[in-house]
């Protein structure tokens, strides 16, 4: 057995003894780890401010550790190595002995040595504890400073940001992230962020920071310029620099910048001592990212074993969202190969800029520039990993789709060892070995390789990659709906329909097997209703509908319910209005105007919900099935009646269509909108059907998509009449619901559905397939048997035994905490959750 | 659980939702009950905190199984428990607390 012992539980340090524990090698463990607490994800601090705890952090437990046999410590640094004697001490004076020793120390904030640095209110970005540190000092402060525009310093702005602070980025250099980014990202990225309200100096060295006795910040800085800003915090982001103490004070060999130098097997100048991760130097450079530290400590411990990898340095490009604003660099970003040829585009209007540098022949990628889109990031980074050769005009790669030629890199063009998914080191080989060993599914590639379960950025490339594979090997690629059911949604709607199936057990016995799931239950609920409109809770219903479905409300993030009556075109009178603010007063409800014209209440515990719906019933709402896959708004202008462009009554007809489909159980939501003219107030070029009116009556549009992936609505008739109107309408969503995918929204079923629009148009408006008359009908039993589900729920004693807390007590639930904020109520964050509970154990 | 030899009667089995769940609190815990009137044993109980969403729900997830094993969803995030372990399917490392229950003439009780 070897007698190991590692300093520093940072990242990497934490990988190496896990991953160390899971290799054949027989090792005695010992860690020391210098801060309070078991390693973190640092890579994810920020999420701090927006409410993740330091528990959701962690990346293990000293119970973990335990249970691993590691002997762990926490707090007490190691300050001497003793080389003669190959022991270490800590600061509290602990020796271990060791027979072989890992550094794995990271790296700290380096605070420039300026005048008044030293005050209390200039912090550091890096731990845990200087984030509470920040959190400290931003109490009662108005404005907060990062010192530094790199990388880490855009996270620090992010953090201010979040904590309500007015925020200042202040660079030394002329631009942003100068070691990522060129002339021109650097000044687009600039650009985004200073529309987010951080304001931007660069250029600016800082001389000395006094107090500000005066004024009513705490701090002033002054520049060299001549220029001062007022502040009351300052975060120090202005570089790293590695924990090389020890390794000096013990004699090993650093860089002239500092670092441990380390060769090819992560060894020190002492060969029975690695460095591996921030803090060690390879080839003369620093890897400030924590993927390289990741295979540094992989070759570490390989040196243990007897088939030893070598390090190989790694590539450092990067793909980041820095307050929201997408950001890739990769490979050499400025061009500094003076053959080298760049091609730029740029669009101030929707603020994307993006550059490649391609190689003087122009076949190999040498670096790019992203910023405010991303999307060809995985396309290049493998073209530059993998020196794969370019198309024959380099520059199809950034230019906009429509601009040209289609330049996607397919899957079946990457060679073997293309790395996929950088997170846990997964090669294209490694998926084909998979699925040559039978792993034929999605899940079981990425249970068996562990591709894409990091950080998730290469999940459409793997999928990519295990579509492609299959075919190519003639495999059927799985469309069941799951392990219960080997038919896809649409084959499951026509044996329901033909079958005349009523429930899920039917259907079950029939076409399934075993008890069902969370996919396959909702899923036939949902065809159920759509063809024989059935009160959804229903005993035999009742366990098929999502949590949503069930309460006919939405779950929010704490436990608690919204309410949203329907508010039909977004038309109401002030006394339903006036309703709606009694009712949320006296509930407690916090209050806001949706996105789709109408209101919701949140925060209604489970035992409420049939109250308030019984008095909004009495004052004459309906549900709104804001947690269906149904019907939801139909948008309106005001139309005609005011407006005095309006050719149509836009706000009558958006009435009658939200009431002649409210209630229409489909395979995703549905929404609509009309507008009174071609202004298009009511934006209904962006609903599954808009409407907008003519000087002759009405253009349908049909299979427009908000939401993550907008899509324009198509132009489908023109000049309606009414019924005609509707009759398509009726047609149209009774074709979607019959072919659709489970949660498949008009917008994508359109863009698969062979034959595109024309066919649409054919089976709607010339009805090709004969079935118009029919899907008429089916549309008419739906609108004919209508029934608001919560009034039915609220008249029946049966159905409201499930509207509670507890089955057995009257208690609420106590983990249910809420904050007073701008008036209103909201949820407790987490932390302020834990605060109370503890509060009043 | 403690050393309460008494059973502790959470519920009637009229109170159950067939297919489906409800929650019960005792000894100041939040139980969630699930009723599966076809499988034997017919309830089944787990914390009904769902650590990963960190919210009191899991008696609200749907019911049904994955490779055999009888689990609930979870309604915020959608992750798998274990009926039987209290597993979660996606992260071996979460498992919630289950508890012993039994079926005693027309009510659920609380054994163990
Ligand atoms: C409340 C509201 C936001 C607001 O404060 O304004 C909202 C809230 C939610 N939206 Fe939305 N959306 C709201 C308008 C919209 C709009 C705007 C609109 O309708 O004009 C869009 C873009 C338009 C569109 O859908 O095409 C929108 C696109 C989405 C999407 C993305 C859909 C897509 O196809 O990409 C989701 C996710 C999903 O449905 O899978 C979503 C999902 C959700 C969910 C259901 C998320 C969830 O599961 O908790 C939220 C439920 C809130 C609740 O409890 O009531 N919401 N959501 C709006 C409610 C409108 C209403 O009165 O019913
Ligand atoms: C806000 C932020 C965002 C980041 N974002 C990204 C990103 O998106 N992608 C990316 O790849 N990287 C990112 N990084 C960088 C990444 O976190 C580091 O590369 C990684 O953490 C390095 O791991 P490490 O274990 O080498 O060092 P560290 O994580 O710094 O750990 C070293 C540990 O050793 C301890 N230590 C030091 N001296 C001693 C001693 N004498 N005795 C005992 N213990 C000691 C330290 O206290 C520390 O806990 C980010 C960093 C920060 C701060
Ligand atoms: S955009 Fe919609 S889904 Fe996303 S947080 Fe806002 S309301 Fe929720
Ligand atoms: S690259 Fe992060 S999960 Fe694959």
Known sequence: MINVVVIGNGMVGHHYVEQLVNS?????????????????????????????????????????????????????????????????????????????????????????????????????????????????????????????????????????????????????????????????????????????????????ATQIIEENSAGETRLEMKFADGDSLATDVIVFSAGIRPYDQLARDAGLKVGERGGIDIDYHCKTSDSDIFAIGECALFGGRIFGLVAPGYRMAEAAISQLSSDPIPFQGADMSTKLKLLGVDVGSIGDPHGKDPDSIAYTFSDERIEVYKRIIVSADGKKLLGAVLVGDCSDYDTLLQYFLNDIELPKDPETLILPYNAGSEPALGAAALPATATICSCHNVSKGDIVDAIDAGHCSLAAVKSETAASTGCGGCTALLKNIVDDEMAARGLEVNTSICEHFAHTRQELFHLIKVGGFKTFDEVLEKHGSGRGCDICKPTIGSILASLWNDYVLKDQHVGLQDTNDTFLANMQKNGTYSVVPRIAGGEITPDKLIVLGQVAKKYNLYTKITGGQRVDLFGARVQHLPAIWKELIDAGFETGHAYGKALRTVKSCVGSTWCRYGVQDSVAMALYVENRYKGLRSPHKLKSAVSGCTRECAEAQSKDFGIIATENGWNLFVCGNGGMKPRHADLFATDLDDETLIKYIDRFLMFYIRTADRLQRTSVWMDNLEGGLEYLKRVVIEDSLGIAAELEQQMSHIVGTYQCEWKTTIEDPERLKRFKQFVNSDQEDEQIVFIEERGQLRPATEQELQTKLQESA | MTDHKQPTVLCKISDLIPNSGICAKAQGTQIALFYLPEETPQVYAIGNWDPIGKANVLSRGIVGDINQRVVVASPLYKQHFDLVTGECIEDSEVTLPVFAVEINEDSVVLTD
Do not use: W
Not at chain 1, 32 to 54: C, K, M, N, T
Not at chain 1, 107 to 132: E, M, N, W
């Open chain 1, 24 to 204: 054949e090698i027989d090792a005695k463990i010992t860690l020391i780890g210098g801060e309070p607490r078991p390693a973190y994800d640092r890579v994810h601090l920020s999420e701090f401010f927006a409410g993740r705890s330091p528990e959701d952090l962690a990346l293990t437990t000293r119970e973990h550790y335990a249970e691993l046999g590691v002997d762990a410590h926490f707090g007490d640094p190691v300050e001497r190595i003793d080389r003669d004697n190959k022991t270490v001490t800590t600061s509290c004076g602990r020796t271990f002995d060791y027979e072989k020793l890992v550094l794995a120390t990271g790296s700290y904030p380096f605070v420039p040595p300026i005048k008044g640095c030293d005050h209390q209110a200039c912090t550091v970005y890096r731990t845990i504890d200087d984030l509470g540190n920040i959190q400290a000092q931003s109490k009662n402060a108005k404005v907060g400073v990062v010192v530094g525009g790199g990388l880490l310093g855009l996270e620090a702005a992010n953090a201010l940001k979040h904590l309500g602070l007015e925020t200042h980025v202040v660079e030394f250099a002329p631009g942003l992230m100068g070691v990522q980014l060129d002339t021109g990202g650097s000044a687009m990225l600039r650009r985004k962020i200073e529309a987010l309200g951080v304001q931007v100096h660069t250029s600016k």
